[in-house]
C-alpha cells in the first residue's frame, strides 16, 4: 500500500528482506523489485541486485560466479541447502543395511575399538594395531534400529539448517572433524575392548554449532539448551552409550561453531579451517597417545 501523504515512512515501518523478514530494509532490487538487507545485496552496474537475480545470471550485475551470494560463515548459497545432509543420511542408512546383510563380521572390521582379540576376525585388531580408519568408519555404524533412527532424526533436524547457515563445504568439515574428536576421545578414554559405534559424536558436534549459531543471531537458546540437556542426561544416564564420543563432539563442535560464524570476514576462510587443523591435530595427539599406551 502507498504511504499516506503527509505519514512519514517511518510510521508505517520499512519492509522486510525477501530472505530473512525480521530484517527491515530500505534497499530493493533493481532487476525484480524485491526488498533485499545488506546480506543480500550484491553490487550491480546500477544499484543492488538480489542474490536470485545474480544466480540466474539477470539485471546488468557481474557474473554470477563473480557475485555468488553467501552464507552467514562465508559459504555459497546451495540451491539445495540440505544436500549434504541428505547425502549423510543416505551412507548412514546404506552402511547399516551392509550390517544386516553381512553380519557382526562387517561391524567388528570397521567399528571403533582400541585394541583387543575380536573371535569373528580370529585376530587381535583396533586401532592400536594401525586401524585408524576405524575412527572414521565407525561414524557410519550402528548397533540398533532404535539407534539409527534417533541419530538420523537428530542429523535430519539439526543439520539441514546448520548446513544452510554456513555452507556445504564448512557444514561438511565441522561434521567429519567433530566426529573424529569424538572418536579420538572414546579411544584415549575408553576401555580398549570395548567397541563403539554411532554418528553421535558428529551430531554432538552438530548441537554445539547451533548453539553457537543460535547466540549469534540472538535467538532463544532455551530450545537448544533443553534439547541439548535431555541429550546428555541420556548420554550419562542410560547404558552402554559412549559418552566420550559425544563429550569430545560437542567440544569439538563448539570451538569449530566458534570460529565459523565469529571468524572476521578479512580471514573468514583461514581462521575457520585453521581452526579445523587445531582439533585435528587435537585428535591425531589423542590418537597417537593412546596407541602408545597400548603397544
Not at 81 to 105: E, H, M
Amino acid at each position: 500500500m502507498d504511504q499516506a501523504p503527509g505519514t512519514p515512512q517511518q510510521a508505517q515501518g520499512l519492509p522486510g528482506c525477501y530472505r530473512h523478514p525480521d530484517r527491515e530494509t530500505g534497499i530493493r532490487c533493481t532487476r525484480c523489485e524485491r526488498p533485499i538487507c545488506p546480506e543480500c545485496m550484491v553490487n550491480a552496474s546500477v544499484g543492488f541486485q538480489c542474490p536470485d537475480c545474480v544466480r540466474n545470471g539477470s539485471g546488468t550485475g557481474h557474473a554470477p560466479d563473480a557475485t555468488m551470494p553467501r552464507t552467514l560463515a562465508g559459504g555459497a548459497v546451495a540451491t539445495d541447502p540440505r544436500l549434504v545432509t541428505k547425502i549423510l543420511i543416505g551412507l548412514c542408512l546404506a552402511a547399516y543395511f551392509v550390517q544386516l546383510s553381512v553380519g557382526d563380521r562387517f561391524t567388528d572390521s570397521f567399528d571403533l575399538i582400541g585394541r583387543a582379540y575380536v573371535p569373528i576376525l580370529g585376530d587381535v585388531e583396533g586401532v592400536a594395531e594401525g586401524q585408524w580408519y576405524r575412527l572414521l568408519t565407525a561414524m557410519f555404524l550402528h548397533g540398533s534400529y532404535i539407534h539409527i533412527l534417533f541419530n538420523m532424526l537428530s542429523l535430519w533436524w539439526i543439520g539441514g539448517p546448520l548446513e544452510a547457515a554456513l555452507g556445504r563445504a564448512r557444514y561438511l568439515a565441522l561434521y567429519f572433524v567433530s566426529g573424529l574428536a569424538g572418536s579420538a576421545l572414546t579411544y584415549l578414554l575408553a576401555a580398549p575392548n570395548q567397541p563403539s559405534l554411532g554418528a553421535s559424536g558428529a551430531i554432538f558436534g552438530l548441537f554445539g554449532a547451533t548453539a553457537i549459531l543460535m547466540r549469534r543471531l540472538q535467538y532463544d537458546m532455551r530450545p537448544v539448551i533443553a534439547l541439548l540437556v535431555i541429550n546428555l542426561i541420556f548420554t550419562f544416564g542410560w547404558a552402554n552409550i559412549s559418552w566420550q564420543a559425544h563429550i569430545g563432539g560437542l567440544v569439538g563442535g563448539v570451538v569449530i561453531g566458534y570460529a565459523m560464524v565469529h571468524a572476521p570476514r578479512e580471514r573468514r576462510a583461514l581462521v575457520q579451517y585453521g581452526t579445523c587443523a587445531v582439533v585435528l591435530v587435537a585428535v591425531v595427539v589423542m590418537t597417537l597417545l593412546r596407541t602408545g599406551q597400548l603397544t
